[in-house]
């Protein structure tokens, strides 16, 4: 089936170390993003990318870093200076921008992956 | 003042009740309406979206845009259990002014 997997779903850090998110997608979407939830504070983008080995920052990059070596794959790595990296992090992807029509540029997400710094 | 306001909640109304969520916005560039929903631990999913202004149904789901009052809302009818999620608004404007503005989501629970 066609979705984006993330992994892993569950994940703990000790405050210093880096750590990567993995986000994968088959849906051959040239769009991928990185968000994060924190309880009242909704969704906020950290980067995105619009194709292979391009992307840019989003609201909240600082602390974090993203490559982009393939079409299917974008992830995140969490630095040890985000100062606050516990949050539910959800990587999603997109198609190409439909720049007519009523149809929005439909964002899928994947199940997420929760950071708990220890 | 944010660009798109959403009340988080908690909403809680028992089984079968029509429930209203709403979401408000200043930019009148928007022009692409979307309503989210997400499960407790899960990622979120499209419900619906709406073009411009109008209304849309989707069985026990209404959308409705009134861009005069840049106002969104989003109507569950016979509300279920099954429905107790959080919905997030988003919402864009065309062209390549799509970046997509989230409000903060609003937390549902239908009591059986």
């Known amino acids: 089936d066609g979705g984006i997997t993330q992994s892993p779903k569950y994940l703990f850090r000790k405050e210093g170390q880096n750590v990567t998110l993995s986000c994968e997608q088959n849906?051959?979407?040239?769009?991928m993003y990185w968000y994060r939830q924190d309880p009242g504070q909704g969704l906020r983008l950290i980067y995105y990318s619009q194709i292979v080995n391009d992307f840019q920052k989003g609201d909240i990059a600082e602390g974090y870093s993203v490559s982009r070596e393939k079409k299917e794959s974008f992830p995140l790595t969490v630095t040890s200076a985000q100062k606050n990296p516990t949050a539910f992090y959800l990587c999603a992807s997109s198609g190409p921008p439909i720049f007519q029509g009523t149809a929005p540029n439909t964002i899928y997400f994947g199940e997420g992956s929760w950071l708990t710094v220890v | 003042q944010k660009e798109v306001e959403q009340d988080p909640g908690p909403l809680s109304v028992p089984e079968g009740a029509i429930v209203s969520l709403n979401c408000t916005y200043s930019?009148?560039?928007?022009?692409?309406f979307m309503w989210y929903r997400q499960y407790s631990r899960k990622g979120p999913e499209l419900l619906m979206y709406?073009?411009s202004s109008g209304n849309k149904e989707d069985g026990r789901f209404t959308a409705q845009v009134d861009k005069s009052s840049k106002y969104i809302s989003l109507f569950i009818r016979d509300s279920q259990p099954s429905d107790s999620a959080t919905y997030l608004c988003a919402m864009s404007g065309a062209g390549n002014n799509r970046k997509l503005i989230w409000g903060l989501g609003t937390s549902l629970a239908v009591n059986p």
């Open positions: 849906l051959n979407h040239d769009a």
């Open positions: 930019n009148s560039a928007f022009q692409y």
């Open positions: 709406t073009y």
